[in-house]
C-alpha cells in the first residue's frame, strides 16, 4: 500500500518504519518549512516488542512532503488532541477520496472531533506505543497491539484496509465495539497522569516518585463523575484506578506495569512532550456541568493554563 502519514511525530514515525520494513511506501505530511528543519533522515533508538524485544538503532532515510499528493491508499493522522481539529479542517480539502484513520486520543465526540471529515471516510484507532523526539533523534518504542474499532456501517472497507496494513506488519489488532467509550476512558485517564506530571515537572520525574500513581489513581476517582455526565461506562482499566486502594495501586504500577526496564516505563520516561492539555479539557468539561475538579485545577496553578479556567 501507499500510505501518508500526516506529521512527522513519534506515533507516525515508528509505525511508519514498521509498515515500511513490511513492504509498504510511506511518506510524511509536514507544514510548510518543516521539510527543511526536519531533514530527510531521523535517528530511531526504538524498541520493537511484535516479537519479543528487540532494540532498533538506526538512521532511517524518510520522504516528507509538503503537500498532498494524489493516490494513497490510506491517510493516517497521529497528532497533539490540540491538533486534530486543525488536521480535519485541511484534509476535508486536501485529502480527495482517500480513507483516513485517526489514530488519536480524543475527548470530544468522534463525529464533531473530526468535523467537516465524513465519519463514512474515517475509522478510529489507538497506538500501543510512545516515546519523545528530541534533536531530530527518536527514542521510544512500540507493542504488537494496537486497538480499532470495530466497522461502522460504510466503513467495512476501510477497515479492512487498516487491518490488512497492521497484520502485514505483523501487529495484533483488539477491536472495540465502543471506541468512543473506550477514548473517554483512555483520556480521562491520561489527564489524571498529567495532573501528576503537571506537580512533578516531567514525564520522566513522574516515573521516579514512589507516590506518583497513588495520585493518578486519586485523579481518576475525581473524573469519574465527569465521565458518567457523559453517559461512559468505566472500564477495566478506569475501575482498577479507582476500586483499588491508593497505595496499593502505586505499588502495582510501580512495581508491575511500569516496572524499572519495562517498555511501558521506557516509553513514559522518554516522553517530552507538552502535559496540560487533556487535564486542561476534563476541566472545561467539568463547568459545563459543575462538578467541581480540586485536584486537577489545583495541578495549572503556576502554568500558561491557569488563566484558561
Do not use: C
Not at 467509550?181 to 516531567?202: D, I, T, Y
Request: net charge positive.
Amino acid at each position: 500500500m501507499k500510505i501518508l502519514f500526516f506529521g512527522r511525530g513519534v506515533i507516525s514515525t515508528q509505525y511508519a518504519w514498521a509498515f515500511e520494513q513490511a513492504g509498504h511506501t510511506v511518506d510524511f505530511y509536514v507544514r510548510k518549512g518543516r521539510k527543511e528543519t526536519f531533514g530527510s533522515s531521523i535517528k530511531l533508538e526504538m524498541w520493537d516488542a511484535r516479537k519479543g524485544k528487540k532494540l532498533i538503532k538506526e538512521s532511517w532515510n524518510i520522504k516528507l512532503h509538503e503537500e498532498i499528493l494524489p493516490n494513497y491508499d490510506l491517510i493516517i493522522v497521529s497528532v497533539n488532541t490540540e491538533q486534530l481539529p486543525g488536521a480535519a479542517q485541511f484534509l476535508s480539502t486536501a485529502a480527495g477520496n482517500a480513507p483516513i484513520l485517526i489514530f488519536n486520543n480524543i475527548w470530544q465526540d468522534l463525529k464533531s472531533s473530526i468535523a467537516p471529515l465524513s465519519m463514512n471516510n474515517v475509522v478510529f484507532g489507538f497506538p500501543g506505543a510512545g516515546g519523545g523526539i528530541a534533536d531530530n533523534k527518536l527514542r521510544g518504542g512500540f507493542l504488537k497491539m494496537v486497538f480499532l474499532e470495530k466497522p461502522r456501517a460504510g466503513t467495512e472497507h476501510i477497515n479492512n484496509k487498516v487491518r490488512e496494513l497492521f497484520e502485514s506488519a505483523h501487529f495484533k489488532i483488539s477491536w472495540k465495539k465502543d471506541m468512543q467509550n473506550w477514548l473517554w476512558n483512555h483520556f480521562a485517564m491520561n489527564a489524571a497522569m498529567e495532573a501528576e506530571v503537571l506537580k512533578r515537572g516531567s514525564f520522566s520525574a513522574l516515573m521516579n516518585h514512589n507516590d506518583s500513581f497513588s495520585n493518578v489513581g486519586l485523579n481518576m476517582r475525581e473524573l469519574i463523575p465527569v465521565l458518567k455526565a457523559r453517559g461512559a461506562k468505566l472500564d477495566a482499566i478506569s475501575l482498577l484506578l479507582t476500586k483499588i486502594p491508593p497505595g496499593l495501586l502505586g505499588t502495582l504500577f510501580n512495581k508491575v506495569i511500569f516496572a524499572k526496564g519495562s517498555l511501558p516505563r521506557l516509553f513514559v520516561e522518554y516522553n517530552n512532550s507538552k502535559a496540560g492539555f487533556a487535564v486542561l479539557e476534563v476541566v472545561r468539561e467539568a463547568k459545563k456541568v459543575s462538578i467541581p475538579l480540586t485536584r486537577h485545577t489545583i495541578a495549572f496553578e503556576n502554568t500558561e493554563y491557569a488563566k484558561e479556567i
